[in-house]
């Protein structure tokens, strides 16, 4: 097999778990098109719907960089859903050093997206018109946390919690919903004590 040569696209994060640190997200969507630098040329995109087949055996071995920066690793895959609707879909953890905690909160606010760091396998890609470049058969390199996404349609699902993956920690930003939860607790405290 010839060595493959690395591209990135990006897509915007779907949905973010700080307790479980999870962020599940659209890595690639499938039968979207796409305006997309090839070579020097721009050019339109699609993912075919099973480019990723066979991708679940890999989950723990692909890292999320951040910007395609090798050394700057902020998590791993820990599940892929190949077979969803709307695309090549993950679920990554993000770390709890290096930034992670800045990773988790960007991607919940919509300011960091998915990007897929792929290559082309061998007869893995068709040319149905002179600026249409199909993709049929991926390699997944690694997957990056970017600000700019190459597919809108592509976004953060859900940010989710492992709780059995939670060590005691010094807390830099309270989670959201336990907040909420205070709130409504000195809520009812007041009406209790009204009546």
């Known amino acids: 097999m010839t060595q493959l040569e690395i591209e990135y696209r990006s897509v915007a994060p779907v949905g973010v778990n700080f307790p479980?640190?999870?962020i599940e997200l659209v890595v690639m969507p499938y039968e979207t098109e796409t305006q997309v630098v090839h070579r020097g040329r721009m050019v339109r995109e699609i993912v075919s719907r099973g480019a990723f087949d066979g991708i679940e055996a890999k989950a723990r071995r692909i890292k999320?960089?951040?910007n395609h920066v090798s050394s700057e690793v902020v998590g791993h895959a820990v599940r892929f859903h190949p077979s969803r609707e709307e695309g090549l879909v993950a679920e990554v953890q993000i770390?709890?050093?290096d930034g992670g905690d800045?990773?988790?909160i960007k991607a919940d606010e919509g300011l960091l997206d998915a990007s897929a760091g792929f290559g082309?396998?061998?007869g893995g890609e068709t040319w149905p018109e002179k600026t249409l470049r199909r993709l049929t058969k991926l390699w997944l390199d690694h997957i990056a946390m970017t600000p700019d996404p190459a597919y809108p349609t592509a976004n953060v699902l859900a940010v989710r919690a492992r709780e059995e993956n939670l060590r005691p920690r010094?807390?830099?930003r309270p989670n959201l919903e336990v907040v909420y939860g205070?709130?409504?607790a000195d809520r009812y405290a007041m009406i209790d004590s009204a009546t």
């Open 120 to 122: 082309v396998m061998d």
């Open 182 to 184: 205070w709130r409504l």
């Open 20 to 22: 479980k640190r999870i």
């Open 64 to 66: 999320v960089n951040l």
């Open 102 to 104: 800045d990773v988790l």
């Open 95 to 97: 770390t709890k050093a």
């Open 170 to 172: 010094q807390v830099v």
